[in-house]
């Protein structure tokens, strides 16, 4: 197969997405509603090129370039190696004597514009060009027909001199230019989606690409201080490796004892219950264990504040603080309104592959959901990112939230306890007067478990109590209370 020659677009996840890059010498279309970040895309790919040498130029039909140098001050960016060149009507067009009389004004205002453009770049010798906006052409052409023709011989034109040019188009027109994506080398489009509450949410895909490899689909992107950051979409597949067959111990000798010596190295646990019944408590004494041995660990939390979690810790006598001041734990609290689902799979991804977590905690998946534009998205991202996590050879724990408090009717947000090898249910039930906690291992796809419900005690430590075998009914909430022996009995006679 014939090796590509690719430059860089001056992103980095979004040369992952394109395969290292755009081909050198093609045409491009960047396509999006205004304000989804197609300027700042072109501005990084121009200075990519000013970086390593390239004469590059941006070609602006619409904006200044006080506005576009504005754009570069609020990035913290120089423009230095980065040629504008300005197009735009100047005042004497408002004069009357200024108006055409014999002509069409776009009979003459399109030659002059493509003529002051082929001279700026002949003069240049620009590598990298970027023309903005294509809604200016189009509205000069007049007709779709001239329109398509004078892209086609830019095209050409650039073609013969080895140029990638970047085309931004605003979408200003009444539908979809797929006239104009036939023509284009490749095609990226952007777009943001509005939600109830907090910010947009930004996506981009490729559309098209001539003659390469791409990831296909849609993947998340923000724009921040400092430019665009883009969030490839993971795709476990890619990451393929043997993970190594070892156990998880949590430091306590009777919870480990219901995971029949611990949970297994690589694989995902949902810890499920009602609110304050000790799911995040037992997920994040994991990542404590984990760091106690010196192995990375990392704690993304979303619905509780990082001082709280640390004060919570220390009064179970669980050290964290001591952990965070080495670097060896990390806790990050997530804000699903400012945070796109794309940014926080990264944000997994770089723990694991360059920080070398082994052992990852979310708390919890409700947080999550609501980062989430679905159910169904939701489904299908935790598919991915566990199934990567188990490449990886990462202990994952996913903390869930059920509704209700007692009693066996309570529901799940989202169903995803298929997607876990392991689940660890905690439940609340009524005994002596008294409201206490119960814990069981009820799945493990990797092994035998304890299939007995221990009572489970957080006062200072966390506290695992023996089978409850006195009680029936335990998951229900309101259990029977048995005699003595009648467990015993009832293993005798085969019930």
């Known amino acids: 197969m014939t090796q590509v020659d690719r430059i860089s677009t001056g992103i980095e996840g979004l040369d992952d997405i394109l395969g290292g890059g755009i081909p050198k010498g093609h045409l491009y279309l960047v396509e999006g509603d205004p304000g989804t970040g197609k300027t700042t895309l072109a501005l990084q790919f121009l200075m990519a090129g000013a970086s390593i040498g390239e004469p590059v130029l941006y070609i602006t039909l619409s904006e200044s370039e006080r506005e576009l140098t504005g754009v570069a001050k609020s990035h913290k960016w120089s423009l230095k190696g980065v040629s504008i060149f300005e197009l735009l009507p100047d005042e004497d067009s408002l004069r009357p004597e200024g108006q055409y009389t014999v002509f069409h004004p776009s009979e003459v205002e399109l030659a002059d514009t493509t003529r002051a453009v082929l001279d ?75 939600r109830e509450y907090g910010f947009k949410r930004r996506r981009l895909e490729v559309v098209k690409l001539r003659a390469s490899a791409y990831r296909e689909g849609f993947h998340d992107y923000s724009i921040k201080t400092g430019g665009i950051s883009v969030y490839p979409r993971l795709i476990a597949a890619e990451h393929r490796q043997r993970s190594v067959l070892k156990k998880t111990l949590s430091g306590i000798a009777e919870l480990d004892a219901l995971w029949g010596g611990g949970v297994d190295r690589g694989t995902s646990t949902l810890v499920l219950g009602p609110a304050g019944c000790g799911k995040s408590t037992i997920a994040t004494q994991y990542a404590i264990a984990a760091a106690t041995r010196g192995e990375r660990s990392c704690v993304f939390t979303f619905d509780e504040s990082v001082p709280t979690l640390l004060a919570r810790m220390k009064g179970l006598n669980l050290d964290a603080e001591i952990h965070l001041a080495s670097g060896v734990l990390s806790v990050q609290q997530i804000d699903p309104a400012e945070l796109s689902p794309g940014e926080f799979v990264s944000l997994i991804r770089q723990s694991v592959t360059k920080e070398n977590a082994t052992t990852i905690v979310i708390d919890s998946l409700n947080g999550l959901l609501n980062a989430m534009p679905g159910e169904q998205t939701l489904t299908m991202h935790l598919h991915e990112l566990l199934t990567f996590l188990s490449q990886q050879g990462v202990s994952s724990f996913l903390v869930m939230a059920q509704h209700g408090l007692l009693g066996k009717d309570m529901i799940s947000p989202v169903d995803v306890s298929y997607l876990a090898d392991s689940v660890l249910l905690l439940r609340y039930f009524e005994a002596e007067g008294q409201v206490k906690q119960a814990i069981s291992v009820v799945k493990k796809r990797t092994g035998g478990h304890e299939r007995s419900i221990r009572e489970l005690k957080l006062d200072k430590g966390i506290h695992v109590g023996k089978p409850l075998l006195n009680f029936r009914g335990v998951l229900t909430g309101v259990p029977e209370f048995l005699p003595d022996g009648w467990a015993y009995e009832t293993v005798a006679k085969g019930q």
């Not at 003069?123 to 052409?137: K, N, P, Q, T, W």
């Open 120 to 194: 700026k770049v002949e003069e240049l010798g620009a590598h990298r060009i970027v023309i903005d906006s294509l809604s200016e052409l189009r509205m000069l052409a007049r007709d779709s027909l001239r329109y398509r023709r004078q892209i086609l011989a830019f095209k050409q034109y650039f073609a013969g001199r080895s140029c990638s040019v970047l085309l931004l188009d605003d979408r200003t027109g009444t539908h979809e230019d797929l006239q104009l994506q036939s023509i284009a080398h490749g095609v990226i489009s952007m777009e943001s989606l509005s």
